[in-house]
């Protein structure tokens, strides 16, 4: 999709990925970028003070937040579902809670957005719906078993979104990034990649037209591994 001149909203966008997403979408000529966030006063006052961004309130795991944004952001073309939690725990004995609200935000969460913006971006079609999974969504890691599940949930969502909008001229797209040196991986020692290159490899891949993007150097290596044997992906990850 051509990002240039698209108008854009980024859930989750007040820190971490989502904050460089708005970044690049800005960088690569997107003509609006809502940066959203559930506190909108999150976001930071070097992107908000950027003529083309518009700060709103959305809470992905709450229907009237979701219903408010799309009543006001109703020009959107490209939807970026950024938003998620990490529930850390392994699934013998990972507090049942978190892994429902991994699953709130991460699955559920995802398709809400979605399903509150596709009538909107099929009246301005064409557009597209990048969705921020993870490589750990296609196999687990050892210790987060709720916060996989979830995304190997939102992995098929994304899946079946894309086989039931061929028709509306919206692209797809699902971003497999590795680790990222964002809060979300604070205090995990494992390698990370920076964000802004993780952003700035999504928004690259959404304007090559790539339907699945795999935005740093550990998950385009372990790519590979999947593609070829998805069993020897999970033997890897699983230590
Ligand atoms: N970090 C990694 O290693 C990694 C790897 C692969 C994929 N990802 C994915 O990348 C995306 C961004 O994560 P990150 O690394 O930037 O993590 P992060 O720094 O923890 O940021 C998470 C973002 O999601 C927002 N969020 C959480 N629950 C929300 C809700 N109910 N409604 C709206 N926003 C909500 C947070 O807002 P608040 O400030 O309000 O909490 C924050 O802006 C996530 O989907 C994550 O799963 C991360």
Redesign the pocket.
């Known amino acids: 999709m051509n990002v240039k001149d698209s108008i854009a909203l980024v ?9 460089r997403l708005v970044d690049q979408l800005l960088d690569a000529g997107a003509s609006k970028v809502y940066a ?4 909108p006063r ?1 976001i930071a006052s070097t992107v908000s003070g950027d003529a083309r961004v518009s700060v709103l309130a ?5 229907q009237s937040s979701v219903d408010a944004a799309a009543k006001v952001a109703t020009d959107v073309t490209l939807l970026v ?6 529930g850390f725990g392994s699934a013998l004995e990972g507090d049942l809670d978190l892994f429902q609200r991994d699953t709130l ?2 699955q559920i ?1 995802l398709l809400r957005v979605s399903r509150a913006f596709i009538p909107i971006l099929t009246a301005n079609a064409p557009g597209a719906i990048v969705n ?5 969504a296609l196999a687990p890691v050892v210790g987060m078993a709720g ?1 996989c599940a979830s ?1 190997a949930a939102a992995h098929s969502i994304t899946q079946s979104l894309r086989a039931e909008l061929r028709d509306n001229d919206i692209e797809v797209v699902g971003a ?10 604070a205090g995990v020692d494992a390698e ?1 990649a920076a ?1 802004e290159v993780v952003a700035e490899r999504i928004v690259a891949g959404v304007v090559a037209g790539q339907t699945v993007i795999w935005p740093d150097d550990a998950s385009a290596g372990a790519s590979s591994v999947y593609l070829g044997d998805p069993m020897g992906l999970e033997r890897v990850l699983a230590g």
């Open positions: 859930t989750g966008a007040n820190r971490g990925l989502g904050a959203t966030a559930r506190d999150g959305l809470d992905v795991t709450d579902n950024n938003a998620g939690v990490l935000t991460n969460g921020v999974l993870t490589l750990i916060y995304k497999y990034p590795g680790g990222i040196d964002t809060d979300m991986l990370k964000p």
